[in-house]
């Protein structure tokens, strides 16, 4: 996948920590977003963001905390996790160009709330 | 409200047998339909985007098609590394959100 850098990979929290999903793009994308993915449900946007210092809730929230403080970065943040947050997190990134809008998507970070 | 349905949820096909998956969607103002494939373990890769009405695009042994109320995607003669699932989604006049399908999965057996 071009261009979008999503860390960690795998991560396993205990119920109540915190903890910080990177996502980092070079294609100089003013939209990026963050998606969960579960099984039987689909992707499922959480918030988004539609340039540097602009950010917005998506259909999933409750729970979730972001910012947008350069062009590149959009991290998604966990306040108090909870076993219903176990999912596949997915950061995609976007332009709009004339001949259209191609959305890019990370590689995903597996979460395992316990 | 925004809804997308892909059908069927899962398709097994034999190498070289021709078929279509289905995305049925309702939006109010259509500005995009998107086609990605994904492996298992890892993220959407973006295949096409289509925008309006009969419109079609081809890659190698997919082509999507797209009416006003559904799009397919065609696989010609499949082979084994077309297995995967498959995911349609669409964009509409309600933001830049992408509002997804749940996914058909293709397996090719040899």
């Known amino acids: 996948n071009a261009g979008v850098t999503q860390t960690p990979k795998f991560q396993v929290l205990k119920t109540g920590q915190s903890m910080t999903l990177q996502c980092a793009q070079d294609m100089n994308h003013e939209y990026m977003s963050w998606y969960r993915q579960d099984p039987g449900m689909g992707l499922r946007l959480i918030h988004y963001?539609?340039?540097?210092?602009?950010?917005d809730q998506g259909e999933v929230p409750n729970g979730y905390n972001v910012s947008r403080s350069t062009t590149e970065d959009f991290p998604l943040r966990l306040l108090s996790a909870a076993p219903s947050q176990t999912s596949v997190y997915f950061c995609?990134?976007?332009?709009?160009?004339?001949?259209?809008?191609?959305?890019?998507f990370g590689e995903g970070s597996w979460l395992t709330v316990v | 409200e925004d809804q997308v349905t892909q059908s069927p949820e899962a398709l097994r096909l034999q190498e070289g047998e021709s078929s279509s998956l289905n995305c049925s969607y309702t939006v109010s103002g259509l500005r995009g339909l998107f086609w990605y494939r994904q492996d298992p373990g890892k993220g959407p890769e973006f295949l096409f985007t289509l925008y309006s009405a009969g419109e079609e695009k081809e890659k190698e042994r997919l082509k999507a098609t797209l009416t006003k109320k559904e799009s397919f995607l065609h696989i010609t003669a499949p082979k084994p590394e077309d297995s995967a699932t498959y995911l349609c989604a669409v964009n509409s006049n309600s933001g830049y959100a992408l509002n997804f399908g749940k996914g058909t999965s293709l397996l090719v057996t040899p």
């Open positions: 963001s539609v340039g540097a210092g602009i950010t």
């Open positions: 995609a990134s976007s332009t709009r160009t004339r001949s259209g809008n191609t959305i890019y």
